[in-house]
C-alpha cells in the first residue's frame, strides 16, 4: 500500500493550498520563485477548481493545469493534486436542481458558496466520477504528482427525497426488516411505529423532540453516504497511480465523519487544525488533535491545513503572534506530522477568505508571515532526514468514539451542558499538563499495548466494546473512566439499571440510582477536589473503595470516585488541578512515565523517534534540564545539561554519540 513515506522521502513535505486560478498566469512564475526561497517542496492544486476545468457540462479545460504542473515539476515542487468535487459550479444547481442538498425543514442550499452538493444525488456522484476519471487518466503520469487529495472535508448534509431513498436502503441493510427497525427505533413510544419502508424519512423538521435512534441512525449514514463519495473517487484514481498513496482532509473533532472508519479507508491521514491564536489552551488543542490524527493514521499523518496567523470564520479573528506559528508547526511535527502545509499559498484578494492569513500575506514576500514561513521551511528541511517517519511512543490510550457522540449530543438528555468535545479536552489536557503522550482508540480497538485506558465519557457502549474494556482490566489493565458512560447500547438504549452491568461489576458501583447534571458555573464540593459539571448519586458494592465522596449538596456523603482493583470511576468532572492530579496518580501507578520530569510550567516535552522536542508554550524565559550531552538540529549547537527556551521557543534535540 502506498503510504505517505512514498511522497515524503525522507522529509517533510512543506506547502499548502495553491489556488493559481484566482491569479494570471504572471503571479505563477513569482510564486514559484517565493516558493523555492521558502523552501516550500509540496503545493495542494485544484481543491476548488471544478469550474475552471469544466466550465460547462462535460468540457474539458486543462491546459492551464499542464502549464502549472510542469512549472511546479520543473521547480521540484511536488503536487498534491485535489479531485475537485467539493464546489460544484453553478451550472450543476441550474441545470440539476435536484443536486442541490436541502435542510431539515426542506429548504435549498444554493450555490453561491461550496460544498453545495447532495451526497446521495447519482447525477452528482456522476459528474464527479467522470471529471475524476479524466484528472486521473491526464496526470497518472506526471512526474509532480505525489498525493491525490479526494474532495476537501467532506461535511454537507442533506435531507433530500433522493437522500430519503438512500437512507431506506442503508436501513434495510442494517436491519433487513421494518420490524427490526421498529424494534431497534423503540417506535412503540409516541406512536411512531413505522408500517412500510416507504414511510421512513431523514429526521425532518419536527413539532418536538425527534426520534434519538432515528437521529442516531441519520448520523450515521451521512457519514456512510459521504465516504460512498470518497471511495468511488479513490477506486478511480488508484486503478490509474496504484503507487500513489490518497487522503482526504479530516476537520479536527468533526461530528459528521467517522474518522475511525474513513482513515482505513485512506493511505494517508491528512487533517485540518485551526487552533484559536487567541486561546491560551490552543497548544494543548493542537497537541489533542495532532494525537487524534496520529492514532487514526497508526503513525505519520498530514496536516493539511493551518494557518500563518489569522483565520476569517471566528467572531473575533487575530493573527498569531510572532513565533506561535513555528511553536505550533514543530509541535504537530514532534507528535507525528510529516508534512506540515497551510491554507493557503498567497492570500486572496477577494472572495470570502480575503481576510485569511496566508504563506505569503498581503503584504507579500516584505511581511511577517513570509518570514517565519522562510524560516520554518529552513528548519523543517534540517528536520526532515532525522524525523521523517519516526514513531511517537504512548502508553495512555483516550478512548473516543462517534457513535458515543452522536448519541450523547441530542436532546431530552439530562443537561444540555455536557459538551463532549469539551469533556474529552478536559481529559486530553489533565493527561497533557502532566506531560503524558496519549494515544487515541477506539471503545473496541486492542488496547493491550496500553498501560491505562482512559474514558472520559462514553455515554453509549456496544457489547463489544464492553467487553473489550472488562477484557483489557482483566488482563491487567488500569482503566479510568468518567461519568455517564455506558449507558446506552448501539440503538441507544438505557441499560438495564441504567449503566452496563459489567461496568458497573467492573468498577464497583453497586446501584446507580440518578444523574444530577450540575449548573453552569456550579460546583460540588468532593473529599479533596471540586466536580463541575455533573453529578450521580450511586452506592458502591461491599468490596469497591471509596476514593473520595461529595460533601456537599444531596449526594453529602455518596461516593464522587470509586475504585475497584485498579478500575477507577469518577462520577464528576473534577476542576482542572484536581483531574491532572488524579490521572497524574494513576499514570504513575501503573507504571507509565511522563517524558520528562520536572519541567517548567509551560514547557512540553515529545518524544518522537530518536528526538527529544522542548516546547515552550510562554512568553518569558525558561531553563529546562536534560541531563547529558545533545545536538540541537535546529542551531546545529551542542547542548550539555540544560537548554534556555525563550518565548514560543523549540529545541529539536538528539543524544551525541557517548
Ligand atoms: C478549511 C478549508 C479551506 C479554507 C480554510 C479556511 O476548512 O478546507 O478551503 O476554507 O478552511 O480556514
Known amino acids: 500500500m502506498p503510504s505517505l513515506r512514498d511522497a515524503a522521502r525522507g522529509r517533510i513535505l512543506f506547502g499548502g493550498d495553491y489556488n493559481p486560478e484566482q491569479w494570471p498566469e504572471e503571479v505563477w512564475e513569482d510564486d514559484v520563485r517565493l516558493m523555492k526561497e521558502a523552501g516550500v517542496n509540496s503545493v495542494t492544486l485544484g481543491v476548488f477548481s471544478w469550474a475552471r476545468i469544466e466550465p460547462r457540462p462535460g468540457a474539458r479545460e486543462f491546459g492551464w493545469l499542464d502549464r502549472l504542473m510542469d512549472l511546479l515539476h520543473a521547480n521540484g515542487i511536488g503536487v498534491v493534486l485535489a479531485t475537485p468535487t467539493a464546489s460544484p459550479p453553478p451550472w450543476m444547481g441550474a441545470r440539476h436542481p435536484e443536486t442541490l442538498p436541502r435542510t431539515e425543514d426542506g429548504s435549498v442550499v444554493w450555490y453561491g458558496s461550496r460544498q453545495q452538493f447532495c451526497p446521495s444525488s447519482p447525477v452528482y456522484r456522476r459528474y464527479a466520477a467522470a471529471l475524476t476519471e479524466d484528472l486521473a487518466a491526464r496526470y497518472a503520469d506526471h512526474p509532480a504528482l505525489t498525493v491525490w487529495h479526494i474532495n476537501n472535508e467532506y461535511c454537507t448534509h442533506c435531507w433530500c427525497d433522493e437522500t430519503a431513498a438512500h437512507f431506506r436502503r442503508w436501513l434495510r441493510t442494517r436491519y433487513g426488516t421494518v420490524e427490526e427497525l421498529n424494534a431497534a427505533w423503540g417506535t412503540a413510544f409516541w406512536s411512531q411505529r413505522y408500517d412500510s419502508w416507504t414511510e421512513i424519512l431523514p429526521p425532518r423538521t ?11 441512525d441519520f448520523k450515521r449514514f451521512t457519514s456512510d453516504a459521504l465516504m460512498e463519495c470518497y471511495v468511488a473517487e479513490r477506486d478511480i484514481v488508484a486503478r490509474h497511480t496504484p503507487r500513489v498513496p ?49 492514532s487514526q493514521a497508526g503513525g505519520p499523518w498530514m496536516l493539511m491545513e493551518q494557518a500563518t496567523g489569522a483565520v476569517n470564520w471566528r467572531d473575533v479573528n487575530r493573527p498569531k503572534p510572532e513565533g506561535l506559528n513555528r511553536l ?20 486572496s484578494r477577494q472572495g470570502s477568505e480575503k481576510f485569511h492569513s496566508a504563506m505569503v500575506g498581503h503584504a507579500g514576500e516584505e511581511g511577517r508571515a513570509f518570514a517565519e514561513v522562510k524560516r520554518l521551511g529552513r528548519e523543517l528541511a534540517a528536520l526532515g532526514p532525522a524525523v521523517a517517519g519516526g514513531e511517537v511512543p504512548a502508553d495512555v490510550a483516550v478512548l473516543h468514539d462517534w457513535d458515543a457522540w452522536w448519541a450523547g449530543a441530542q436532546e431530552g438528555r439530562p443537561s444540555s451542558l455536557l459538551d463532549y468535545t469539551e469533556v474529552i ?61 455506558g449507558i446506552a447500547d448501539v440503538d441507544d438504549r ?3 439499571g ?3 452491568a459489567r461496568l458497573r461489576d467492573l468498577f464497583g458501583i453497586r446501584t446507580l440510582h440518578d444523574w444530577w447534571p450540575l449548573d453552569a458555573d456550579a460546583s460540588v464540593e468532593c473529599d479533596g477536589f471540586r466536580g463541575t459539571l455533573w453529578s450521580e448519586e450511586l452506592t458502591a458494592a461491599a468490596d469497591a473503595e471509596v ?23 469518577v462520577s ?54 536534560v541531563p547529558g550531552a545533545h545536538e540541537d538540529l535546529l542551531t546545529g549547537t551542542s547542548v550539555e545539561d540544560r537548554v534556555e527556551l525563550g518565548r514560543f521557543g523549540v529545541a529539536v534535540l538528539r543524544s551525541a554519540a557517548p
Open 246 to 294: 490518497v487522503t482526504t482532509n479530516f476537520m479536527p473533532l468533526w461530528s459528521g465523519q467517522d474518522a475511525w472508519a474513513w482513515a482505513a479507508q485512506e493511505d494517508i491521514v491528512s487533517v485540518d487544525i485551526y487552533p484559536d491564536s487567541r486561546d491560551p489552551r490552543g497548544g494543548q488543542y493542537n497537541a489533542m488533535i495532532a494525537d487524534m490524527t496520529r
Open 328 to 347: 505550533w508547526s514543530l509541535q504537530s511535527v514532534a507528535r507525528g506530522a510529516d508534512a506540515v502545509c497551510y491554507f493557503q499559498w498567497r492570500q
Open 498 to 500: 441504567g449503566m452496563d
Open 425 to 485: 479536552r478536559r481529559w486530553h489536557g489533565a493527561l497533557w499538563e502532566s506531560g503524558v503522550v496519549t494515544e487515541f482508540a477506539r471503545p473496541d480497538a486492542d488496547l493491550s499495548r496500553f498501560k491505562v485506558v482512559v474514558v472520559p465519557h462514553l455515554y453509549l457502549l456496544g457489547d463489544g466494546a464492553v467487553d473489550n474494556l472488562v477484557a483489557y482490566a482483566e488482563g491487567g489493565g488500569t482503566v479510568v473512566c468518567g461519568f455517564f458512560s
Open 547 to 569: 476514593v473520595s465522596s461529595y460533601r456537599s449538596g444531596e449526594l453529602a456523603g455518596l461516593p464522587a470516585v470509586l475504585r475497584r482493583g485498579r478500575a477507577r470511576y
Open 494 to 496: 438505557i441499560r438495564p
Open 206 to 216: 419536527a413539532q418536538y423532540m425527534k426520534n434519538p435512534t432515528q437521529v442516531l
Open 572 to 625: 464528576t468532572l473534577p476542576e482542572p488541578d484536581a483531574l491532572r492530579a488524579l490521572l497524574a496518580e494513576v499514570v504513575r501507578e501503573a507504571g507509565a512515565r511522563p517524558v520528562l520530569a520536572g519541567l517548567p510550567a509551560g514547557v512540553e516535552a515529545v518524544r518522537r523517534g530518536e528526538l527529544l522536542f522542548l516546547l515552550h508554550h510562554g512568553r518569558g524565559s525558561v531553563t529546562v534540564e
